[in-house]
Structures are given as structure tokens and as C-alpha cells.
């Protein structure tokens, strides 16, 4: 039986992303195998909407691209941040950690209080 | 990534795109089969999980943007099939926005030259221009030498004083080489230094140049030393001459700077002492930091009193005493062309842009009709799954795609006008304070360009935007269903409708201020001149000062030659000659009369040879004209009507004496004679005094003029070998006409009437040509409702009723928005045009009849075919 996985929240996959790329020059797939396994397989990034995203990331100018030869000999096209991106980044962390323990918050105190 | 990058690397970019994604796959694949799935399943699987391939690269375009450089390349493609489908269409609203672009450009060109450019100084914003105002006359910038000490010493307001001096021209040689013509200015002290300028070689004259003692240097424009020294950087040092006098070359000034007489060119710049007495003076300043103009006018106002108490002091005329001093920004430049041509080109300009949206409108009309026509093709794209908006961009792409290509054939045009425009601007006699003749260089810059592209867009917008967004509201369903006879939809035909009104109104205005002009050019030129201007030929000689004594003689012979040549009437000599823009002018003493020192006028002065009179066609009143023999007798003077009036009244001045101020000369008047302009075709005819050449003690009449009976070219001929065997060895400066000469005095008005008058012809033939078309489309549409209407039994006379009351409607609705405001527009215009008869309804009477005629003319074609549709023909069609 396979445990059903939950959907992305609106928006979130953008800073996914940049929170990848963060780390130092990954290429598409390398970045949908490391939100997999940094989420221990909770998240799956449909490629469907990996790669849309990616490119409006890069039209945004938050992050950068260029073709090299990966580990495996082939080209591939690799993404890295920009300052703008970096920044970018920063502000969203910030707003996620608001926003989730704002939701958190919620989730627990709702529990068993009287209304 | 940049946009250019999309737009024109877009394969590249979508190899990429295609290659990111299939490694992705490559590399899913690569990773099953690690995991120990057999080569075959990996790729299934793989596959399977990616999804639709194409679709999220499409996505991925959305994403990234290449996708709208992609449809862009499309409808540019798409657009130019669409034009070449139909290349009468294209070509003709290539024509129009050609022309309205040429025309708008060429005048923009102007404008910007004249008004709006910045001299190439260090900030120019901070110069004012000091201009002295004597009554009735244009304001000049020309002051005596030392008022330029006076004001520099004793003001408070500028940081520098700048003086300089044109001195017209000069003969320049070089080490043994042929002299040559220059134009040339003496500049005072600093004059560089405080504008800011610095040279493009060697160094510019400074305030050591300007001392008595110092060695003679001269600077020259860079022109200059391109045409004259092909750039060569060794002529620092040469030494040439200046009308005799040496100089050596210090300097180039840099390639932008022509002077501050934007329009007049300045080739050699000459220290101040060098000139052989000291020059008047052109003045600007330089607004010392936190001083306004308003400040500087004021103190300027207290510290010209004196130049104006010193100036009455020396000359007897009360209106020196209403001389004021005026300051005016001179960022670019000094006002000397600009306050005689400023207003003119204002109001071209303005009537270019109303023909820029007579244009435009024609342009959407006819895209407007196509739309219609193209609405089966839009409808069954929007089916298939268009966009509203790609419909509307597609549009909008085809009607840029005709402004781009008007634009490039535009500029063209341009260019060619904006010469027409400098040679008719250059025409004209030269006036006071006009360093040299006129000579604009209209140079590309960015604000040109700037401008250009404004037009261009607003061009394909206005025309486009509206066509557009109605093509996009395409229904698909009814224009499918019913095919491609459709009926237009109601927006698009008050859409259509408005157009119409629209050019209706704005061609009136356009065709009535351009009456107004011509009709006052032509009032200028007809009325109340005095003299008859066609057929008299002019030509000026130069003779040796020395030859003078026996000139007399001469003259008087050669007039007895020139009358015997077939087609000559009458043969005179006049000093000066009417409308040459020089005049002599003298107070008068008359016996017997007395006035207020205040009321004194001078009278206009004019030296003539006998028959002078009837060779211009000016009737004498009374008396009998000059003769050759009065030559030795007591002078003899004739007066004009004017003068009459006002020295004698209704008494008889014939036999009475005059002489004038400073002469001990008495003069008896023996004739009157018809008032008549001499000098400014603007202002009434001046009082004139006429004096017998012949009674003066040396012979400065030179101009020859005669009456003929044919063309006055055709006598030219004879005339000069006439000149050639009586004065062998006096030259002859100048062969013109008095028509010339008299329309050369009025070039604003020219330029203005001319331009405007074309503008108004393009504007009415496009309102024509718009009627049409709207018409022949309504007709052509409607033609099975004209066979049933017929064929129930409606009279040719109905049809023909039925299709003109719709086209009389919309012009009268446009001559009913257009008048009112014709009508108030007339206060604007007479604004720009000194003595424009605002108060004459003749130009719109004029404007209205023509557009009136012109559309029944348009209009009659299709309404004539109208009554012509055969019912069982067109029911046929059904």
C-alpha cells in the first residue's frame, strides 16, 4: 500500500527550490532527487512543474543557468543562485517560519478548546 | 536572459530547452536500471512518469518567456503575408504614414534646431541673451562697445559677461594661395573661457588675445578646418590673412560648436582688438548661482536707464527715449532666427500632428474595413483556440509592421524636406543683426529620433489599437455560421462612423487655417502696395568709387539704351531699391509747420532717376516727375501722399519747400505721389521722400530697375549686354525681380502659407479618400438589400437617398464639431502670425465649401453605383 503524498502548498515549491539551488551549481534532475530525499520521500516534484518553475525563476533573475558536463560526462544545464535569488530566498524563509508557526499554532490550540 | 536573446537566439534556446529536459529523463532511466530494472522498463517508466513531453515544454516557454518571442516572430511573419496579400492596401498606408512621418520628422528637425537644442557650453540653462527693443522695430542683441565695460563693471546679477561681433565676411589667404570668402566673428576677452568650451586642437582666444599689444591669433570652426585643411593638425601656428591683416591660427574649436547664432555659420573667431574700430557688441550673460532671470531683468532695467538717458542725449528721435532692454533665455542660442521663425514653425508643427491624425485615422478606417473583411479568419481562429489578446497583438503587430516601413521611407523624406524647408527659411533678405546668411545644419540626433519613434508608435497605435480591439471581439459562432457576408457589428460601424466625423472635422481646420494663411500671404502681397511687383527686373551694378564723377553720364546713357530693348516699357535707377531691406531715413523741416519735439517721425528717404514712378506703377497725384536735366538746377523732391497729409493737409505742397535735418540743402516739392510701400510689406507705407538721383553730388543709385512687358527673365539678357558695351568695366552684383525681392521680405508668411497649404490639400484629399472608402464598403455590403429594396419597388432616386443620407450625415456632423473649433483655434493661430485677419469668416467659408465638395465628389462614385445594382443580380447572389 502506498502512503499518499501530500500536495505542495501553493507557492512553496519556488523556495524549495532556491533552498536547493543554495547549496552550490545542481542541475534539474539533481534537484528533484534532493527535495526527495531531504523531505526522506515526503515530497515528489512532478517535472511537469519542476521545469516551469525553473525557468520562471531564471526569467525572474533569481537564479542563474549554464550548460557543463555533469559527474556522469554528459552536458547538463546547472542553476546556481543569484543575489537577487539569494535575497529572495531570505525572505522567504523568514515568511515561512512566520507563516508555519502561525499554522502550527492554530492546528495545536484548536484542539479540545472549548469554542 | 535579455530579450533580444529570445527574440532572435530562440532556436538555440529551444535546443536547450529540449535537451534539459530529455537529460532528465536520461538520467531517471540511468537510475531505474541502477536499481535493477532491465533497460526497456526503465524507459517505460521513466516516461510514464514524466508526463507529456511537449506540454510542459510549453510550459516551460510560458515560464521562461520565449514563448511571446516566439508568437512575435509569428504574427511579424504572418502580418507581412497578410500586407503582400493585399499590396494596395499596404502601399498605401505606407504612403501615408511616409508622409505624415517625413513631414513631422522634417519640421520636428527644424524645432529642434532652432528651439530646443542646447548650445554645446558649459550649462547653457544659466545664459541669458540681453536684447535692446526700439519701438516698432524687432528686437536686436547689438550695443554699443563700452555699454559691454558698463554693464560687466557695474552689475550684480552675472557671473560673465559675453561680448562677441560679426563681421560679416571676410577675404582670408594663406601663403601665396587664392583669398577666399569667410564668415567670421570677433570675440571679446573670456569669450570661451566663460562659456566653457574647450578646443578640439591647440588652445582657444583668451583674455591675453584681447589686449592692444598682443600678437594678432585666430581660432577656427571645425568645419573649417575639414573643408579648408582636411583636418590636418598643422595648421597651429600657421600664419594667414585676414582682409590684409595677419593672424595666426592658435585653435580648433570642437566639432559641435558653431557659435550662438544658431542658423548662421562662423568660420574664423578673431580677437575683439583686432577689429579696425571697435565693433557693437552682442551680449549674453551668464546668470551668476541663485539669480533669476526675473532678478537680472530687474537690475538690467535700472542700469540701462543710463545707456538710454546717454542715447536720447545724442539723437534728436523722441523714440529712442521708449527704447527698453529685454533678457531672454538663450540655452539655445541667441533669438536671432528664432523670433522671426519660432512662431511659423510652432504653428507647422501643430498642423503637421492634426495631419498625422487625419492620416492615422484613414490608416485605422482602412484597417478597419479589412478587419471586417478578415472577420471569418479571426473567428475561426478564435475556435481553434486564440486568444482574444493574440488576436489583438496580431492586429497591432501588422499595423506597427506599416509604421516600420513608413518610418524608414519616412526619414527618407525627411530629409529631403527639411532642405526644402532650410532653402525657403534661407530665402530671405538678410535682416538686422544677421551676422551672414542663414545656414541651418539639421543634424540626426536623439532627440530626432526620440520624436520619430514617438510618431511612429503613436501612428501604429492610434491607427491600429482601436481596429484591433474591435477585430478582437470576434464572435465565433454567428460570423461562422452566416459565412463570410457578414454585417459589420454595431461598434464597428459607429466606430466607423466616428472616423469619418473625425477627418471631416480635422481636415476643416487644417484646410481653414491654411486659407487663413494663404489668404493673409496674399493680402500681404496685394494689398495696398502702391506699385505694380510682377514683371519689373532689377539689377544692381558695383562700380569702382572712383568712376563716380562720370557716372551721370553714364547712367543716363545707359537708361536711354535699355528703353530702346523690345519689351522693356521704362528703365530707372533706385537707391535703395524697394523691398532690398535697406532704407534711409532723416528728419524733415517743412516751412511754415511746426511740431512737438515728441510727435517727430523720420521719413523713409529714396533716391530715384526720372521715370521711376511710372517704371514701378506708381501714379503721381499731382506735378510731373524728375528729368535728367534737372541735374545742376535747384533740388527737387517729390512726396508721397503720406507726407502730404501730414506737413501740408489740404493745402497744395506743390511748389513748397523742405529740407531736412543737418542739410542746408532746400528741396521744392514738385509732384505727389501715390503712398507705397518701400520697405516692410507688414506695416502701411511709410512717408516718403523722393529725391533725383541725378541732383546729388556722386551717383550712388546702382540698382537698375525695369518694366517689362514679358517676362522680366527674358529681357535679362539684353539688359546685361546693354550694361557690358555702355559700362565696360562695371560689374553687375545682382540680376533679381521686384517679386523676388518683395517675397524674400516675407519668408515666415511664405513657409507658413506654402507648408500649410499642402497640409491642408493631403488633409482634404484623405477625408475624401476615407468618405469613399467607407462608402463603397457600405454600398458593396449592402448591395442585396439595395436588389430587394429594388425589386419591391424603391426608385433609383430612393436607393440613392437611402445611401447618400447616412454619408451627408456624418459630414455634416463633421463640419458641425469642426467649425467651433476652427473658430477657436483662430485665437492660437493669430497668436503665432503677427496681423493674421482672424476676424475673416472667408477661410472657413472657403474651408467648409471646398470639404463640402470634395465629398460629394468622393461620395458620388459609390452612390452612382448604387443605383445601379441590377435586383435579379444581386438576389442572385442570395
Given at each position: 500500500?502506498?502512503?499518499?503524498?501530500?500536495?505542495?502548498?501553493?507557492?512553496?515549491?519556488?523556495?524549495?527550490?532556491?533552498?536547493?539551488?543554495?547549496?552550490?551549481?545542481i542541475h534539474g534532475y539533481a534537484i528533484a532527487q534532493r527535495i526527495r530525499q531531504l523531505s526522506r520521500e515526503v515530497l515528489e516534484v512532478r517535472q511537469g512543474s519542476l521545469y516551469p518553475a525553473l525557468h520562471r525563476l531564471e526569467n525572474r533573475k533569481l537564479?542563474?543557468?549554464?550548460?557543463?558536463?555533469?559527474?556522469?560526462?554528459?552536458?547538463?544545464?546547472?542553476?546556481?543562485?543569484?543575489?537577487?535569488?539569494?535575497?529572495?530566498?531570505?525572505?522567504?524563509?523568514?515568511?515561512?517560519?512566520?507563516?508555519?508557526?502561525?499554522?502550527?499554532?492554530?492546528?495545536?490550540?484548536?484542539?479540545?478548546?472549548?469554542? | 536572459?535579455?530579450?533580444?536573446?529570445?527574440?532572435?537566439?530562440?532556436?538555440?534556446?529551444?535546443?536547450?530547452?529540449?535537451?534539459?529536459?530529455?537529460?532528465?529523463?536520461?538520467?531517471?532511466?540511468?537510475?531505474?536500471?541502477?536499481?535493477?530494472?532491465?533497460?526497456?522498463?526503465?524507459?517505460?517508466?521513466?516516461?510514464?512518469?514524466?508526463?507529456?513531453?511537449?506540454?510542459?515544454?510549453?510550459?516551460?516557454?510560458?515560464?521562461?518567456?520565449?514563448?511571446?518571442?516566439?508568437?512575435?516572430?509569428?504574427?511579424?511573419?504572418?502580418?507581412?503575408?497578410?500586407?503582400?496579400?493585399?499590396?494596395?492596401?499596404?502601399?498605401?498606408?505606407?504612403?501615408?504614414?511616409?508622409?505624415?512621418?517625413?513631414?513631422?520628422?522634417?519640421?520636428?528637425?527644424?524645432?529642434?534646431?532652432?528651439?530646443?537644442?542646447?548650445?554645446?557650453?558649459?550649462?547653457?540653462?544659466?545664459?541669458?541673451?540681453?536684447?535692446?527693443?526700439?519701438?516698432?522695430?524687432?528686437?536686436?542683441?547689438?550695443?554699443?562697445?563700452?555699454?559691454?565695460?558698463?554693464?560687466?563693471?557695474?552689475?550684480?546679477?552675472f557671473s560673465d559677461l559675453i561680448a562677441f561681433s560679426g563681421f560679416g565676411s571676410a577675404q582670408v589667404g594663406r601663403g601665396g594661395l587664392e583669398t577666399e570668402t569667410v564668415h567670421g566673428q570677433y570675440v571679446v576677452g573670456d569669450f570661451f573661457r566663460a562659456?566653457?568650451?574647450?578646443?578640439?586642437?591647440?588652445?582657444?582666444?583668451?583674455?591675453?588675445?584681447?589686449?592692444?599689444?598682443?600678437?594678432?591669433?585666430?581660432?577656427?570652426?571645425?568645419?573649417?578646418?575639414?573643408?579648408?585643411?582636411?583636418?590636418?593638425?598643422?595648421?597651429?601656428?600657421?600664419?594667414?590673412?585676414?582682409?590684409?591683416?595677419?593672424?595666426?591660427?592658435?585653435?580648433?574649436?570642437?566639432?559641435?560648436?558653431?557659435?550662438?547664432?544658431?542658423?548662421?555659420?562662423?568660420?574664423?573667431?578673431?580677437?575683439?582688438?583686432?577689429?579696425?574700430?571697435?565693433?557693437?557688441?552682442?551680449?549674453?550673460?551668464?546668470?551668476?548661482?541663485?539669480?533669476?532671470?526675473?532678478?537680472?531683468?530687474?537690475?538690467?532695467?535700472?542700469?540701462?536707464?543710463?545707456?538710454?538717458?546717454?542715447?536720447?542725449?545724442?539723437?534728436?528721435?523722441?523714440?529712442?527715449?521708449?527704447?527698453?532692454?529685454?533678457?531672454?533665455?538663450?540655452?539655445?542660442?541667441?533669438?536671432?532666427?528664432?523670433?522671426?521663425?519660432?512662431?511659423?514653425?510652432?504653428?507647422?508643427?501643430?498642423?503637421?500632428?492634426?495631419?498625422?491624425?487625419?492620416?492615422?485615422?484613414?490608416?485605422?478606417?482602412?484597417?478597419?474595413?479589412?478587419?471586417?473583411?478578415?472577420?471569418?479568419?479571426?473567428?475561426?481562429?478564435?475556435?481553434?483556440?486564440?486568444?482574444?489578446?493574440?488576436?489583438?497583438?496580431?492586429?497591432?503587430?501588422?499595423?506597427?509592421?506599416?509604421?516600420?516601413?513608413?518610418?524608414?521611407?519616412?526619414?527618407?523624406?525627411?530629409?529631403?524636406?527639411?532642405?526644402?524647408?532650410?532653402?525657403?527659411?534661407?530665402?530671405?533678405?538678410?535682416?538686422?543683426?544677421?551676422?551672414?546668411?542663414?545656414?541651418?545644419?539639421?543634424?540626426?540626433?536623439?532627440?530626432?529620433?526620440?520624436?520619430?519613434?514617438?510618431?511612429?508608435?503613436?501612428?501604429?497605435?492610434?491607427?491600429?489599437?482601436?481596429?484591433?480591439?474591435?477585430?478582437?471581439?470576434?464572435?465565433?459562432?454567428?460570423?461562422?455560421?452566416?459565412?463570410?457576408?457578414?454585417?459589420?457589428?454595431?461598434?464597428?460601424?459607429?466606430?466607423?462612423?466616428?472616423?469619418?466625423?473625425?477627418?471631416?472635422?480635422?481636415?476643416?481646420?487644417?484646410?481653414?487655417?491654411?486659407?487663413?494663411?494663404?489668404?493673409?500671404?496674399?493680402?500681404?502681397?496685394?494689398?495696398?502696395?502702391?506699385?505694380?511687383?510682377?514683371?519689373?527686373?532689377?539689377?544692381?551694378?558695383?562700380?569702382?568709387?572712383?568712376?563716380?564723377?562720370?557716372?551721370?553720364?553714364?547712367?543716363?546713357?545707359?537708361?536711354?539704351?535699355?528703353?530702346?530693348?523690345?519689351?522693356?516699357?521704362?528703365?530707372?535707377?533706385?537707391?535703395?531699391?524697394?523691398?532690398?531691406?535697406?532704407?534711409?531715413?532723416?528728419?524733415?523741416?517743412?516751412?511754415?509747420?511746426?511740431?512737438?519735439?515728441?510727435?517727430?517721425?523720420?521719413?523713409?528717404?529714396?533716391?530715384?532717376?526720372?521715370?521711376?514712378?511710372?517704371?514701378?506703377?506708381?501714379?503721381?497725384?499731382?506735378?510731373?516727375?524728375?528729368?535728367?536735366?534737372?541735374?545742376?538746377?535747384?533740388?527737387?523732391?517729390?512726396?508721397?501722399?503720406?507726407?502730404?497729409?501730414?506737413?501740408?493737409?489740404?493745402?497744395?505742397?506743390?511748389?513748397?519747400?523742405?529740407?531736412?535735418?543737418?542739410?542746408?540743402?532746400?528741396?521744392?516739392?514738385?509732384?505727389?505721389?501715390?503712398?507705397?510701400?518701400?520697405?516692410?510689406?507688414?506695416?502701411?507705407?511709410?512717408?516718403?521722400?523722393?529725391?533725383?538721383?541725378?541732383?546729388?553730388?556722386?551717383?550712388?543709385?546702382?540698382?537698375?530697375?525695369?518694366?517689362?512687358?514679358?517676362?522680366?527673365?527674358?529681357?535679362?539678357?539684353?539688359?546685361?549686354?546693354?550694361?557690358?558695351?555702355?559700362?565696360?568695366?562695371?560689374?553687375?552684383?545682382?540680376?533679381?525681380?521686384?517679386?523676388?525681392?518683395?517675397?524674400?521680405?516675407?519668408?515666415?508668411?511664405?513657409?507658413?502659407a506654402t507648408l500649410s497649404a499642402t497640409f491642408g490639400t493631403l488633409g482634404t484629399v484623405l477625408a475624401a479618400i476615407g468618405m469613399y472608402g467607407l462608402l463603397a464598403y457600405t454600398v458593396a455590403r449592402r448591395t442585396n438589400e439595395i436588389g430587394i429594396r429594388?425589386?419591391?419597388?424603391?426608385?433609383?432616386?430612393?436607393?440613392?437617398?437611402?445611401?447618400?443620407?447616412?454619408?451627408?450625415?456624418?459630414?455634416?456632423?463633421?463640419?458641425?464639431?469642426?467649425?467651433?473649433?476652427?473658430?477657436?483655434?483662430?485665437?492660437?493661430?493669430?497668436?503665432?502670425?503677427?496681423?493674421?485677419?482672424?476676424?475673416?469668416?472667408?477661410?472657413?467659408?472657403?474651408?467648409?465649401?471646398?470639404?463640402?465638395?470634395?465629398?460629394?465628389?468622393?461620395?458620388?462614385?459609390?452612390?452612382?453605383?448604387?443605383?445601379?445594382?441590377?435586383?435579379?443580380?444581386?438576389?442572385?447572389?442570395?
Open positions: 500500500m502506498t502512503i499518499p503524498k501530500p500536495d505542495l502548498p501553493q507557492g512553496t515549491l519556488d523556495m524549495l527550490i532556491l533552498q536547493v539551488v543554495a547549496a552550490g551549481p537564479l542563474d543557468a549554464e550548460w557543463k558536463s555533469s559527474d556522469t560526462g554528459r552536458n547538463a544545464k546547472f542553476y546556481t543562485l543569484t543575489r537577487k535569488g539569494r535575497k529572495q530566498l531570505g525572505s522567504e524563509q523568514v515568511n515561512w517560519a512566520n507563516l508555519r508557526d502561525g499554522i502550527e499554532r492554530i492546528m495545536r490550540g484548536g484542539e479540545g478548546e472549548p469554542v | 536572459m535579455s530579450w533580444w536573446r529570445r527574440l532572435f537566439r530562440r532556436r538555440k534556446l529551444e535546443s536547450e530547452l529540449d535537451a534539459e529536459l530529455r537529460n532528465h529523463v536520461e538520467l531517471q532511466v540511468r537510475d531505474y536500471v541502477k536499481a535493477g530494472l532491465t533497460h526497456e522498463e526503465a524507459r517505460r517508466k521513466a516516461a510514464l512518469e514524466f508526463g507529456n513531453l511537449d506540454l510542459a515544454k510549453e510550459e516551460c516557454r510560458d515560464a521562461g518567456g520565449i514563448r511571446w518571442a516566439k508568437e512575435f516572430a509569428q504574427d511579424c511573419r504572418y502580418g507581412v503575408r497578410q500586407l503582400l496579400r493585399q499590396p494596395g492596401f499596404a502601399c498605401t498606408a505606407i504612403l501615408l504614414l511616409t508622409l505624415i512621418i517625413g513631414a513631422n520628422t522634417a519640421i520636428f528637425g527644424l524645432v529642434n534646431t532652432l528651439i530646443l537644442q542646447d548650445l554645446p557650453v558649459r550649462a547653457p540653462e544659466r545664459l541669458v541673451e540681453l536684447l535692446s527693443l526700439y519701438p516698432g522695430d524687432p528686437r536686436v542683441n547689438s550695443f554699443p562697445p563700452d555699454y559691454y565695460e558698463y554693464v560687466r563693471d557695474n552689475n550684480t546679477v562659456l566653457g568650451v574647450s578646443p578640439a586642437i591647440g588652445r582657444l582666444i583668451d583674455a591675453s588675445d584681447d589686449q592692444a599689444n598682443a600678437a594678432p591669433v585666430a581660432v577656427v570652426s571645425w568645419t573649417y578646418w575639414q573643408n579648408r585643411f582636411d583636418l590636418d593638425p598643422r595648421i597651429l601656428g600657421d600664419r594667414i590673412l585676414v582682409d590684409g591683416s595677419p593672424a595666426t591660427i592658435v585653435g580648433v574649436l570642437p566639432r559641435e560648436f558653431f557659435g550662438l547664432q544658431v542658423g548662421f555659420r562662423t568660420d574664423l573667431w578673431l580677437p575683439a582688438t583686432m577689429a579696425d574700430e571697435r565693433p557693437s557688441l552682442g551680449l549674453l550673460g551668464r546668470l551668476a548661482p541663485g539669480v533669476t532671470i526675473e532678478e537680472a531683468r530687474a537690475e538690467m532695467n535700472v542700469l540701462d536707464q543710463s545707456r538710454v538717458e546717454n542715447w536720447a542725449r545724442e539723437s534728436d528721435d523722441p523714440l529712442v527715449g521708449e527704447v527698453k532692454i529685454d533678457l531672454e533665455p538663450a540655452r539655445a542660442g541667441s533669438a536671432t532666427l528664432r523670433d522671426q521663425f519660432a512662431n511659423p514653425l510652432l504653428a507647422l508643427m501643430a498642423l503637421a500632428s492634426l495631419l498625422l491624425i487625419v492620416a492615422c485615422t484613414n490608416v485605422a478606417s482602412m484597417l478597419l474595413a479589412r478587419g471586417t473583411a478578415r472577420r471569418h479568419e479571426f473567428a475561426l481562429r478564435v475556435s481553434l483556440g486564440a486568444g482574444r489578446f493574440r488576436l489583438l497583438r496580431q492586429v497591432l503587430t501588422e499595423s506597427l509592421l506599416l509604421s516600420a516601413v513608413g518610418t524608414l521611407f519616412g526619414i527618407v523624406l525627411a530629409y529631403l524636406g527639411a532642405k526644402v524647408l532650410v532653402r525657403i527659411l534661407a530665402s530671405g533678405r538678410p535682416q538686422v543683426g544677421w551676422p551672414g546668411p542663414v545656414e541651418i545644419r539639421i543634424e540626426p540626433d536623439i532627440q530626432i529620433l526620440l520624436f520619430t519613434a514617438g510618431v511612429v508608435l503613436l501612428g501604429g497605435l492610434l491607427s491600429g489599437l482601436a481596429p484591433a480591439w474591435i477585430a478582437s471581439r470576434t464572435v465565433p459562432a454567428s460570423s461562422l455560421r452566416t459565412g463570410g457576408r457578414t454585417g459589420e457589428t454595431r461598434s464597428q460601424r459607429s466606430f466607423g462612423n466616428g472616423l469619418v466625423i473625425a477627418q471631416v472635422a480635422v481636415s476643416l481646420l487644417l484646410l481653414s487655417s491654411a486659407a487663413a494663411f494663404v489668404l493673409h500671404r496674399s493680402n500681404l502681397l496685394n494689398n495696398d502696395l502702391g506699385f505694380q511687383r510682377e514683371s519689373v527686373l532689377l539689377v544692381s551694378l558695383d562700380p569702382e568709387p572712383s568712376q563716380r564723377d562720370r557716372l551721370f553720364h553714364l547712367y543716363e546713357e545707359l537708361l536711354e539704351r535699355l528703353k530702346t530693348i523690345p519689351g522693356v516699357r521704362a528703365a530707372t535707377l533706385a537707391a535703395p531699391s524697394p523691398f532690398s531691406g535697406g532704407a534711409a531715413s532723416r528728419f524733415v523741416e517743412v516751412e511754415g509747420f511746426d511740431e512737438e519735439p515728441e510727435s517727430r517721425r523720420r521719413v523713409l528717404l529714396a533716391w530715384v532717376a526720372p521715370r521711376y514712378f511710372e517704371t514701378l506703377g506708381t501714379p503721381l497725384v499731382a506735378g510731373r516727375d524728375f528729368q535728367f536735366e534737372d541735374r545742376g538746377r535747384p533740388r527737387r523732391a517729390i512726396v508721397n501722399e503720406s507726407v502730404a497729409r501730414y506737413y501740408f493737409g489740404d493745402s497744395d505742397p506743390i511748389g513748397r519747400h523742405l529740407s531736412f535735418e543737418g542739410g542746408a540743402e532746400l528741396y521744392e516739392i514738385i509732384a505727389v505721389a501715390r503712398d507705397a510701400k518701400y520697405l516692410d510689406l507688414r506695416q502701411p507705407p511709410p512717408r516718403t521722400i523722393y529725391m533725383n538721383a541725378f541732383q546729388e553730388e556722386t551717383m550712388f543709385a546702382n540698382a537698375i530697375a525695369l518694366r517689362t512687358d514679358l517676362g522680366p527673365a527674358a529681357v535679362a539678357g539684353a539688359v546685361r549686354q546693354a550694361v557690358r558695351s555702355v559700362m565696360p568695366s562695371v560689374p553687375i552684383a545682382a540680376v533679381t525681380t521686384l517679386a523676388d525681392q518683395v517675397d524674400a521680405s516675407i519668408v515666415p508668411e511664405r513657409l507658413i429594388m425589386a419591391l419597388g424603391a426608385t433609383r432616386r430612393d436607393v440613392l437617398r437611402m445611401v447618400l443620407q447616412g454619408t451627408l450625415g456624418l459630414l455634416l456632423a463633421g463640419l458641425v464639431l469642426g467649425v467651433p473649433i476652427a473658430i477657436w483655434t483662430r485665437r492660437f493661430t493669430s497668436s503665432l502670425i503677427a496681423d493674421l485677419s482672424v476676424g475673416s469668416t472667408l477661410p472657413m467659408v472657403f474651408a467648409a465649401t471646398l470639404m463640402t465638395t470634395v465629398s460629394l465628389l468622393a461620395v458620388s462614385l459609390p452612390a452612382y453605383r448604387a443605383t445601379r445594382v441590377d435586383p435579379l443580380h444581386a438576389l442572385r447572389h442570395e
